[in-house]
């Protein structure tokens, strides 16, 4: 069984500065790794999926994710936020591509202009 | 690229009437899902259609929840009778193939009085 813990709730930052979310894993399995951003009112977009090609995956919007193994996690960055980057943001699992994908709380990002 | 689509995006109604729910996936995806959002329980899959058969629907929460697929481009959710406590958003992804990313609709929000 797979399982997601997104390590904060809220993250608040100021435009132009670094952003970091993160998230810990556990999957019995292979895993398959996403990130997704929902803005108010909308469905959940995809960002970037890990797919074992390489362990830095890079995303739309400036964003990017490292895969580690040994520390099961996958953590997601974008050097310098703005102001449209504020929103829900959701770290995805789901065992050996597996249809069923288990869900992180959610950090809501903020930025401050 | 028309997106997932579905309708209505809100529905407010009294308790014991019927709600549908619809949704078009994109075009050339075969597989469907329905998920419920809440505050309380995050996103949770309620079903799932591979080539319009369901698959999956261990999340019905129960008897007066149904959905249907008659065809690629259409799929149901209905609730009869509908409750309190059904007050979610919901919303419907498609993939091509299961274990694909999946993209999502703007969702319905669904306040039952």
């Known amino acids: 069984a797979q399982s997601v813990t997104q390590l904060d709730s809220h993250v608040s930052v100021s435009e132009g500065t670094p952003v970091l979310l993160r998230c810990n894993y556990s999957s019995s399995y292979s895993p398959s790794l996403f990130w997704y951003v929902q803005h108010p009112n909308k469905g959940l977009q995809l960002l970037l999926k890990y797919t074992s090609a390489a362990t830095l995956v890079k995303g739309i919007n400036g964003f990017e994710a490292e895969f580690k193994k040994s520390e099961t996690s996958f953590h997601l960055t974008k050097p310098s936020a703005h102001m449209s980057d504020a929103a829900e943001y959701f770290c995805v699992v789901s065992d050996n591509d597996d249809y069923k994908l288990s869900f992180g709380a959610g950090t809501t990002v903020t930025v401050r202009a | 690229d028309a997106g997932v689509i579905q309708s209505p995006r809100h529905e407010v109604t009294e308790m014991g009437q019927e709600v549908t729910l619809r949704c078009k996936p994109i075009s050339g995806h075969n597989s469907l899902f329905w998920y419920r959002q809440t505050m309380m329980r995050g996103l949770e899959l309620l079903i799932y259609f591979n080539n319009n058969v369901p698959i999956d629907d261990s999340g019905m929460p129960e008897d007066r929840f149904s959905a249907k697929m008659p065809n690629a481009s259409f799929s149901t959710l209905k609730i009869q009778p509908s409750e309190p406590r059904d007050s979610a958003v919901y919303f419907c992804?498609?993939?091509?193939?299961?274990?694909?990313?999946?993209?999502f609709g703007d969702g319905t929000r669904l306040s039952i009085l």
């Open positions: 992804a498609s993939s091509f193939g299961s274990s694909r990313p999946q993209h």
